[in-house]
């Protein structure tokens, strides 16, 4: 590959890594955004811990996420940006584990493939700039495969066992890889997975309480094709079908004009050394399990990237086509590539109302700053919004908090009513409708009348209760 293509594929590389720097603070934090800030950044680390007792994930991306809110501050930049650094770290680890797997003659092809993929493909994008921990875990495990083809079990199972612990989709790849090699007699490596699964496993010990009962992952339903197409959405961007058949499409062309004389298989070696079969092996697991007890949840899947970038990467890198199958294989690339530059970025980009992730509690703190009584069935989600929200400069420190449906409740059987208060909620329309409906209906019934308010904010609603019999007496 000259010079100038790669010079092109790293400006192409830096425009997506730098518009979706740029968006960092484009969208307000959706719900479990604000979950995480909620858990992580706490004055204390005993709060932290006792908080993430019960909770669905492990605590190391939030054990991580408390020391850097203290160390840079605590804010929804600051909670992004944390995930922006982990898919630069991520995507050069990939990379640099798909040039160690090519041929020598290749590695500067597939070095420029596998950057394509890291940085500029729809699930890295995806996750880039989000306050979860879909990114760090990416890094975690790109790092693990690296190890383990290196046959360092120390480094392999301490970066094991910290993806294990950051969350427990990385916790059944670790073991997956545990007994693949154990099953090819590579007992060291073996070992080290398992080693390094321990603290996960004694942290499921800590939290089995919360992780057993019913309500960790009530959210995920029982594998079915929705799954499968949100999956392939996931990785492939907008229309994944029709692009696979592009995709194929482009091998039939390929086979029959452009020096393709056939597709091999990619070898098995490079499949075990790369960590693919480990991890579709996980995911067989997952799937079938999920059938008893679902678990299998599309976002969870960005497990794969790590192993399977490296290995598109190589075996494309490997394909010797002639002058006209390298044109249409580019031209099939820029096509990917410009498909996902648009709408790869869409759930990141403010668009609407700022809706991400059918949530809007930005603009809602914003429109309610300075009001006093406020209720909502998702008060805690409203209180952290604010606090992000002054953290920014954008509305004051609230003087008073969201309040909950008891909350409500006490006021309204109080001697001493308000003449006016707010209720407000966000979220997918008929859950938001669903939970906000008790709150009015309490306060309509304590003689007020609720008129709408914001009706340009498809995914809120914000309601102002006027006391009606202050309102007569005034």
Not at 203 to 213: N, V
Not at 398 to 414: E, F, I, N, V, Y
Request: charged share 15%; net charge positive.
């Amino acid at each position: 590959m000259t010079r100038r293509w790669l010079v092109l594929v790293v400006a192409v590389c830096l425009a997506f890594g730098l518009r979706a720097l740029l968006l960092v603070d484009a969208t307000g934090l959706w719900s479990d955004e604000l979950y995480s800030v909620g858990k992580s950044f706490q004055p204390s680390f005993s709060s932290l811990l006792a908080m993430l007792r019960e909770d669905t994930h492990p605590p190391a991306y939030y054990v991580l996420l408390w020391f850097w809110g203290h160390l840079v501050g605590q804010s929804p930049v600051s909670l992004r940006l944390l995930s922006w650094l982990a898919y630069l770290a991520g995507g050069l680890v990939m990379v640099r584990q798909a040039m160690a797997l090519g041929q020598s003659g290749t590695r500067a092809k597939v070095a420029a493939i596998a950057a394509l993929l890291a940085f500029c493909s729809p699930y890295p994008i995806r996750f880039a700039i989000e306050g979860k921990s879909y990114a760090l875990l990416v890094l975690l495990l790109a790092l693990a495969w690296w190890w383990r083809r290196s046959v360092r079990p120390m480094a392999y199972g301490a970066v094991a066992g910290l993806a294990g612990l950051t969350h427990f989709y990385g916790l059944f790849l670790v073991l997956a890889a545990a007994a693949w090699d154990g099953w090819q007699r590579r007992w060291t490596m073996a070992a080290a997975a398992l080693i390094g699964a321990l603290p996960a496993l004694a942290w499921m010990a800590y939290a089995a309480d919360y992780l057993f009962s019913s309500r960790a992952g009530s959210w995920i339903g029982v594998p079915d094709y929705a799954l499968l197409e949100e999956t392939l959405a996931r990785g492939l961007g907008l229309w994944p079908l029709p692009k696979l058949a592009l995709i194929l499409m482009l091998l039939v062309v390929l086979r029959r004009w452009g020096g393709l004389r056939r597709v091999p298989w990619p070898a098995w070696n490079l499949l075990d050394r790369s960590g693919l079969i480990p991890s579709l092996l996980m995911v067989l697991g997952v799937v079938v399990v999920s059938f008893v007890k679902p678990m299998a949840f599309s976002r969870y899947f960005v497990v794969l990237l790590p192993a399977l970038v490296p290995v598109v990467a190589v075996r494309i890198g490997a394909l010797e086509l002639n002058c006209l199958g390298r044109g249409c294989a580019l031209l099939v690339l820029g096509l990917m590539l410009i498909s996902w530059w648009g709408p790869g970025f869409s759930e990141l980009e403010a668009g609407v109302g700022g809706v991400r992730e059918q949530d809007q509690f930005r603009l809602i703190s914003q429109r309610t700053s300075g009001f006093q009584e406020r209720y909502s069935p998702r008060e805690r989600l409203f209180n952290l919004s604010d606090r992000m929200e002054a953290a920014m400069g954008r509305i004051p420190v609230p003087s008073s908090p969201w309040g909950g449906k008891a909350d409500l409740k006490r006021r309204l059987q109080g001697p001493d009513q308000p003449r006016l208060l707010w209720l407000a909620s966000s979220g997918p329309l008929p859950a938001m409708a669903r939970k906000l409906k008790p709150l009015q209906s309490r306060v309509e019934r304590a003689g007020y009348r609720c008129e709408s308010q914001a009706t340009d904010l498809t995914h809120a609603r914000l309601l102002r209760c006027r006391s009606e019999s202050m309102g007569r007496s005034e």
